[in-house]
């Protein structure tokens, strides 16, 4: 039998440092250094892979955990809640936000494009903005706040369970 230990580690190490290089690193230093369309355009090519990401990695470190050497399996999995939940939190909002909240917010901009066309103006210049696209604004940035929101709460899920490895590793 293939010991699962190195896969399990492997899989947890890039989840984690996924989701912090594109939480607090790549997304940043991308929206400061790039003009707001290629902005937009870096991110709606790069989330599709982020999200798959985050839905696959915990599933992968779940399927691969141990006790004492020996898979867990479904059954340990279920008996074990210090495993399960966190990874199934993980997986669940990489899920919500792969398959929800992402073809909403690539919609809402979609929509914020022909408004841009409609109104001769850009969807982030200067106020004032018409109502339309104040609504559209207002549409996006909860949608993008909702995401973010769920991706700390995937990455509080994620560091959660590096503390709970980390004990028994010790």
């Known amino acids: 039998m293939i ?8 899989s947890y190490g890039t989840l984690l440092g996924v989701q912090v290089y ?4 790549s997304g940043i230093v991308a929206f400061r250094a790039l003009p707001r369309p290629q ?17 696959a990695l915990p599933v992968l470190v779940a399927l691969t955990a141990t006790n004492n050497g020996q898979p867990l399996g ?3 999995l279920l008996e074990n809640p210090k495993t399960l939940l966190p990874m199934a939190a993980a997986a669940v909002t990489g899920l919500v936000n792969m398959v929800v909240l992402r073809p909403l917010t690539v919609n809402t901009m979609r ?14 210049d200067p106020p004032p903005h018409s109502k339309e696209m104040v609504a559209l604004n207002k549409k996006f ?25 980390g004990k028994r590793l010790a």
């Open 3 to 10: 010991d699962p230990r190195p896969y399990h580690i492997l």
């Open 22 to 25: 594109q939480t607090f690193v």
């Open 39 to 55: 902005f937009a355009s870096l991110q709606t090519a790069t989330f599709p892979i982020y999200f798959s990401l985050q839905t």
């Open 74 to 76: 479904i059954s340990g």
């Open 111 to 124: 929509e914020r494009k022909h408004q841009e066309t409609r109104d001769g103006k850009k969807s982030y």
């Open 141 to 165: 940035g909860r949608l993008h706040g909702f995401s973010s929101l769920i991706n700390l709460v995937c990455l509080g899920a994620t560091i959660y369970y590096g503390a709970v490895l």
